[in-house]
C-alpha cells in the first residue's frame, strides 16, 4: 500500500519499493524474529550491546521495532509518501491494527507465528507488485489478490477504526486503491513522458497536495 520508490538513480528497478531492497544491505533490517517476551527482546538487546555490534537498541532497522528511548512501536517498513493524505491514511490502517490485535490478545486469542522465510515471500511480492500482486494466505496456502486481501484487513478493522475516529483519514485507503500508489503514479508519469524531470516534477505537485500553505 506504501509502495513509493520504483526508480533508483534515474533507472527503472522493476520493483514499486525498491527502499526495501537498498535498506537490506545494512544490518539487523527485514523482519524481525519473534520474540516470546519482552524480556526476551531486551536480552538480545544487552547482548548486541555487550558484544560491541551496537551502542543502543536505536541501531536495530526492523521493518517493525520498539523504540528505546520513546515507548512506541514503530512501523518503518512503509516508504515515505509523497500526498499527506496517504500518509495519514497508512498510519491510521497501521494503529487500527495494532489496536484489533492488542484487543484479541487481551482477549487471550492467539496468534499462529509462520516462519520469517514464509513471510519473506510476501514482503518480496508486496515491494516487487505493490497492489497490483498476490499475497499468499498461508492458512488457505493459496494465492489472494492484494486488493481483496486490503478490503479483508479494511473490514477486520472498522470496529477499531470507528473507536478511534480515523474514518475521514481510512477512506483515503480506497482512493490508493483504485488510483494506484505512489510507485503507481510516478511510473504513470515515466510513461507519459520519458522524462525524470517530469516524474520528480510530479512528486513535487504531490507534495503540495492537500496542503495549506500562507
Not at 115 to 120: K, P
Request: net charge negative; with cysteine; hydrophobic share 40%.
Amino acid at each position: 500500500l506504501s509502495v513509493n520508490s520504483p526508480f533508483w538513480v534515474g533507472q527503472n528497478t522493476g520493483l514499486k519499493g525498491y527502499r526495501l531492497k537498498v535498506f537490506e544491505r545494512f544490518p539487523r533490517t527485514g523482519i524481525p524474529d519473534s520474540f516470546e517476551s519482552l524480556s526476551e527482546y531486551e536480552d538480545y538487546c544487552k547482548l548486541l550491546v555487550k558484544t560491541g555490534c551496537i551502542d543502543n537498541a536505536k541501531k536495530i532497522w526492523w521493518d517493525i521495532r520498539l523504540h528505546p528511548f520513546f515507548d512506541t512501536l514503530e512501523v518503518r517498513v512503509c516508504d515515505a509518501q509523497s500526498r499527506v493524505d496517504d500518509t495519514l491514511a497508512i498510519a491510521a490502517l497501521i494503529q487500527a491494527v495494532i489496536s484489533k490485535l492488542h484487543k484479541l490478545l487481551h482477549q487471550n486469542i492467539t496468534f499462529r507465528i509462520y516462519r520469517r522465510r514464509l513471510l519473506d515471500e510476501n514482503r518480496w511480492r508486496a515491494a516487487r507488485y505493490g497492489i497490483d500482486g498476490k499475497l499468499i494466505d498461508f492458512g488457505k496456502e493459496a494465492e489472494v489478490d492484494e486488493r481483496s486481501l486490503l478490503r479483508e484487513l479494511l473490514e477486520f478493522v472498522s470496529t477499531e477504526v470507528k473507536e478511534l475516529g480515523s474514518e475521514k483519514e481510512m477512506a483515503h485507503i480506497e482512493r490508493i486503491i483504485r488510483e494506484g500508489t505512489g510507485a503507481d503514479r510516478q511510473l504513470a508519469a515515466w510513461e507519459r513522458t520519458e522524462d525524470m524531470k517530469a516524474v520528480v516534477d510530479h512528486i513535487v505537485g504531490e507534495t503540495y497536495e492537500g496542503l495549506i500553505l500562507p
